[in-house]
């Protein structure tokens, strides 16, 4: 089965200073792998995704990840970070085991941070 | 293009009380359907998803219960609320991508 795994339920950064936020997944394949953004009270948005094509993958607002098969890895960073990217962050696994359902596997979340 | 539409934002129930959210989606047809819920301080998990009219599976026993009576709309419901039932609630849809709608933020009291 797979899973994901977000090794940080809280980062904390000042403003103007890189971001990273890890996540590890568990998958038999290749999987499809997203990170999206909640911001209080709103709904998801994608900010990037990884779909078999290159494993450095940009994303919306500066953001990027990098797909890393060897170690599992899909970290979100970003090299400077803005009061506006203040939110909660998800790392999500899309499960190929289901046909054609597309159900997405969510990891716990990390709350981000910045301090002015 | 599409989009999704999800009501109410807010909702706040009484213990025992039935439950009935909503979720459409425009522009697109056979879409796949989801319904998620965030509990607090939880990641998001899959309660239902539907791939056509009348389709649904469950993905985890509980109080709740996931109607899809056209193309494209998916109503998730309750005879009778629980208190852990609260949290905040998301449809989404699956065609390129996924597109999440807006939520509903579900306070049982």
């Known amino acids: 089965a797979q899973s994901v795994t977000q090794l940080d339920s809280h980062v904390s950064v000042s403003e103007g200073t890189p971001v990273l936020l890890r996540c590890n997944y568990s998958?038999?394949?290749?999987?499809?792998l997203f990170w999206y953004v909640q911001h209080p009270n709103k709904g998801l948005q994608l900010l990037l995704k990884y779909t078999s094509a290159a494993t450095l993958v940009k994303g919306i607002n500066g953001f990027e990840a990098e797909f890393k098969k060897s170690e599992t890895s899909f970290h979100l960073t970003k090299p400077s970070a803005h009061m506006s990217d203040a939110a909660e962050y998800f790392c999500v696994v899309s499960d190929f085991y289901s046909g054609n359902t597309g159900k997405l596997i969510f990891g716990q979340g990390t709350t981000l941070q910045v301090k002015p | 293009s599409q989009t999704i539409h999800q009501w109410p934002a807010t909702l706040v129930q009484p213990v025992g009380s039935p439950l009935s959210l909503e979720c459409t989606v425009e522009g697109t047809s056979n879409p796949n359907l989801y319904w998620y819920r965030q509990a607090a301080g939880r990641g998001l998990q899959l309660l239902f998803y539907s791939v056509g009219i009348g389709q649904i599976s469950s993905e985890v026993p509980q109080n709740l219960s996931a109607s899809r009576p056209q193309d494209r709309q998916f109503i998730l419901s309750s005879k009778k609320l629980l208190l852990s039932d609260s949290g905040f609630y998301l449809c989404a849809w699956k065609g390129n991508g996924y597109t999440f709608g807006s939520g509903t933020r579900l306070t049982v009291v």
């Open positions: 998958s038999s394949y290749s999987p499809s």
